[in-house]
């Protein structure tokens, strides 16, 4: 079964404080990506990744970096966390076709 | 750029058949994905097509007119189970862009 896995399933931080998110793909899929979902947005794109060390930016970067340094593995960085980042983030992998696999999520609020 | 236009919610009774439009605008176009989400869960994938025309999987099918930037779910025989969210998304290359979700009310 393939499997996409998020570190944590919820998470509280407070503001200012840098907070990683990982995620982990057993499925060995070049591409990944990550989304944050909030009520009424869909899912909105961060960055993704093609390739390792490979990234590029999504409709909003702004506030987040990311590293890929292994294939399976694409980490979100907030930097500095502020309340308007409490989201739902949804890590995703694909490969070149049209189906992408996602994770369970991580409930992110920032206090 | 890009955009997916699809209804924000749709209601429909037990046994019914029901369709979920999306039109799009996106430079660089591989396909169009559907997704669905229950809800406290992650979206999982129903289908794809890259091609014009009719892809069927058992009580779904989706369909694509690359021509008019046009999909639509057609969802057959509906169950209570299938109130969830819907996503279209496009596939440009090397990611994918969703629209903001159909909501699916089934009704017994």
């Known amino acids: 079964d393939v499997k996409v896995t998020q570190s944590s399933r919820y998470l509280v931080k407070r503001t200012g404080e840098k907070v990683f998110l990982e995620c982990v793909q057993d499925?060995?899929?070049?591409?990944m990506f990550w989304y944050r979902q909030d009520p009424g947005l869909g899912l909105r794109l961060i960055y993704f990744?093609?390739?390792?060390?490979?990234?590029e930016k999504g409709d909003i970067p702004e506030g987040y970096s990311v590293s890929r340094e292994k294939k399976e593995r694409f980490s979100l960085i907030l930097e500095s966390a502020s309340t308007n980042q409490t989201s739902m983030y949804l890590c995703a992998s694909s490969l070149r076709g049209g189906e992408a696999f996602f994770g369970q999520g991580t409930r992110l609020t920032v206090v | 750029g890009q955009s997916l236009e699809q209804p924000s919610e749709v209601t429909a009774v037990e046994g019914a058949i029901v369709q979920i439009n999306c039109t799009y605008q996106t430079s660089g176009f591989y396909g169009l994905s559907w997704y669905q989400q229950h809800d406290g869960g992650a979206p999982t994938f129903l289908s794809y097509n890259a091609l014009d025309g009719l892809e069927e999987t058992g009580r779904f099918s989706s369909f694509l007119s690359r021509s008019d930037s046009y999909g639509y779910l057609l969802l057959q025989e509906l169950q209570m189970k299938d109130s969830a969210s819907y996503f279209c998304?496009?596939?440009?290359?090397?990611?994918?862009?969703f629209g903001s979700g159909t909501k699916l009310n089934v009704k017994p």
């Open positions: 990744s093609y390739d390792v060390k490979m990234k």
């Open positions: 998304a496009v596939r440009p290359p090397n990611k994918f862009y």
């Open positions: 499925m060995d899929h070049e591409n």
